[in-house]
């Protein structure tokens, strides 16, 4: 192989490749021949999200698999530059939390503090075994029957064997402790290994301990994270860091389809940071009082008082009484909401507010604050609804399905309606909380024109959905056609607000 | 079982080796349960104050800690004002909690913690930030609840 033909044969090949690679290009592959091949960190079985749009990040999934090969592969290397055997370089970068730089430095530099600290103690290695013993007393259960089966970590603190298996079922079962599991005695720090797992624990509760390990392993690393949906084992992967969250909403879709937030791990909310998401749901639990009939689904028609229940998504009302039409959100006139000057979104801060009048500002803060959350809970509210009825819908149409004569595929069009409805209503949501931090100025009244064009374009599509059945059919294409317009507007917003923050050009209110 | 065993073993030791200022009681039919008295020491607030502390031995015992629960009102960061009266700090937290832990080792941590609360390990945060930042007051307040409640 190092022959020097082979090198000779090789060089030419190298320098053939050199012409089209930069010289980098081919110092890399040399370097690579060296090396095994690389089966590496990002190069899994995981779904690569391409960088589309500026409000979209890049972002891969993993699964339970992947993420134990990404260890044992962490803890192989380790354990080949270390020279130390692979159970104790697991414990070694699990104590450092998978920081391998720092392990293998700090390593070289004190290795018998590094291993004392990581509770590996110094001295020989060798392979666990129980012991027994002729005259033992263990001081956890005070059995001293002779020929008691005994078992010690390298610290040599030894008892019998089955108050060891007891304290660690103890520990992995009802405490969820895995990785830093230490001796039973009082004041060693001795991390009890995989190995020792192996030997002392049932198969059952061995698997346990690997999903806490797995799960720490998550934990410990930054760029890695659960799905929060319950019961999905997927974790993401994202190089955002928490210091660029006030600059950019890192939203990731899970391959169970969950959407959220990788910095704060709540639900999607973009186009609004992280910490704006923060305070306002702290200042909505704290004037959740004051707020509370916003939420109630029954309101009075502005024209005649009778009680209108809302159960659809839809905002556009028509009282059954009076025929009178209103906006659900503002109570004003459903026929002004299509013109250009009429501001349903828009707060009017009004002006003639006396400034030293105490009580006149405080309520001109609680009418601005009430304008923006009754709008929120509204979007929530309606999305909620929207779904609810497209369940009922979705039911009906497979009964429906041979008397209106619709194929299974052909209603699909009803499913992707729904899923850019419940996306784009809970951007709209966000909207709200995100106008109500920020400065009035250009950028703003842009952002709520944008704002206007996404919440007329849902209230259409969410006004179809609460079609008979049996009326849906015909309007399948523009059902069709608005689905894709709601997705437009919603990209517009996103789009533009991911910039203007990104360049630090959105300004915030103070407090 | 486990538990009544370790619970007598501990017994005779502590009857052998008894620790200042702390008596235990014990009803010979429920061995996972001892009454402890212990005296306020000098030189604290506690001082001339005589403290009742339960000591309750989980069936999982030594695997799961014992639970100490105070029966005599005390004016203390690490110990809860309420009916309860728990301490949960430091080795007899579950997650530090190690079975060959002495009980001779606990109630020399009670004794330690009485004379030098943590306020950093707190139950009681409000207690606990009077202690660090008016202490004055917080030794009067905890000397009037040792005259008020802990008085034989
Ligand atoms: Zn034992
Ligand atoms: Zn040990
Ligand atoms: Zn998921
Ligand atoms: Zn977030
Ligand atoms: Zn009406
Ligand atoms: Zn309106």
């Given at each position: 192989?190092?022959?020097d ?32 091949p690389d ?53 070694l ?119 806490l ?24 992967q ?70 209108i ?31 250009s ?39 929530e ?17 497979i009964?429906?399905q ?43 009244e ?10 007329m ?46 360049k ?8 | ?61 030594p695997?799961?800690?014992?639970v ?60 606990a ?24």
């Open positions: 192989m190092d022959s033909d082979e090198m000779s044969g090789l060089s030419s090949q190298d320098d053939f490749r050199g012409d089209l690679d930069s010289d980098g290009g081919s110092l890399g592959s040399a370097f690579d021949d060296e090396d095994e089966v590496g960190f990002s190069q899994d079985k995981e779904i690569v999200k391409h960088k589309k749009r500026s409000y979209e990040v890049e972002y891969s999934i993993y699964g339970p698999a992947d993420i134990q090969a990404q260890q044992d592969k962490q803890v192989e290397e380790v354990s080949q530059i270390l020279g130390q055997p692979v159970a104790a370089s697991a414990i970068l699990r104590h450092l939390r998978w920081n391998k730089e720092r392990l293998i430095e700090s390593y070289m530099e004190r290795q018998e503090a590094v291993l004392d600290i990581a509770g590996l103690g110094s001295g020989s290695v060798q392979s666990p075994r129980t012991h027994v013993m002729k005259n033992f007393t263990c001081t956890i259960c005070y059995d001293d029957e002779p020929g008691t089966t005994t078992y010690a970590l390298k610290c040599g603190h030894r008892y019998c064997v089955d108050c060891y298996r007891q304290y660690l079922a103890t520990k992995i079962q009802d405490e969820g402790e895995a990785a830093r599991i230490q001796c039973p005695t009082q004041d060693c720090h001795q991390v009890v290994d995989s190995k020792s797992m192996d030997l002392l624990v049932t198969a059952e509760l061995k698997a346990r301990y690997e999903i390990l797995t799960r720490t392993y998550v934990d410990d690393i930054e760029k890695l994270k659960w799905c929060p949906a319950p019961n999905c084992e997927y974790a993401v994202c190089e955002i860091k928490p210091r660029e969250l006030s600059r950019i909403v890192p939203t990731v879709e899970c391959a169970c389809h969950h959407r959220f937030c990788f910095g704060c791990t709540l639900q999607d909310h973009q186009p609004t940071p992280c910490m704006l998401v923060k305070k306002w749901l702290k200042k909505c639990e704290d004037d959740s009082e004051t707020a509370n009939w916003i939420s109630a689904n029954t309101k009075e028609c502005p024209k005649c008082q009778s009680g229940e809302k159960n659809g998504g839809c905002n556009h009302m028509t009282c059954r009484k009076c025929k009178h039409e209103f906006c659900w959100i503002c109570m004003g006139l459903w026929s002004e909401h299509g013109q000057w009429y501001n349903c979104n828009r707060f009017e801060e009004k002006s003639g507010v006396n400034g030293r009048d105490a009580q006149a500002k405080s309520r001109a803060a609680l009418d601005r604050y009430l304008h923006y959350y009754n709008r929120y809970a509204t979007h509210l309606s999305a909620k609804l929207d779904k609810d009825l497209y369940v009922k819908t979705e039911r009906k149409m009964n429906l041979a008397a209106s004569g619709l194929s299974w595929i052909e209603v699909q069009f009803l499913d992707t309606a729904s899923k850019a409805l419940q996306q784009c209503r809970q951007s709209l949501k966000w909207t709200y909380a995100f106008a109500y931090y920020l400065k009035r100025n250009n950028m703003t842009m952002f709520e024109d944008n704002q206007k064009d996404l919440q374009a849902v209230e259409a599509l969410s006004e179809m959905f609460e079609k008979p059945v049996t009326e849906l059919k015909p309007l399948k294409v523009e059902i069709l056609d608005k689905t894709a317009y709601c997705n437009k507007r919603r990209e517009i917003l996103l789009e533009d607000a991911a910039d203007k923050l990104k630090g050009e959105q300004l915030f209110r103070e407090n | 079982m486990a538990a009544q065993k370790r619970s007598i073993k501990e017994l005779t030791m502590l009857n052998n080796d008894p620790i200042d200022g702390v008596e235990i009681d014990h009803d010979d039919k429920d061995m996972l349960t001892w009454k402890i008295t212990i005296t306020g020491l000098e030189e604290t607030p506690y001082e001339g104050g005589t403290f009742i502390l339960h000591v309750t031995f989980p069936n999982d015992y695997f799961k800690a014992p100490l629960s105070f029966k005599t009102k005390i004016y203390h960061p690490n110990i809860s004002n309420d009916d309860k009266g728990s301490m949960c700090l430091g080795l007899l937290r579950p997650d530090s909690w190690k079975p060959s832990t002495r009980m001779t080792t606990v109630l020399a941590f009670v004794k330690q913690i009485l004379t030098t609360p943590e306020p950093d390990e707190a139950i009681e945060v409000n207690i930030k009077e202690f660090k930042d008016n202490n004055k007051e917080f030794t009067k307040k905890a000397k009037e609840w040792t005259k008020k409640y802990a008085k034989r």
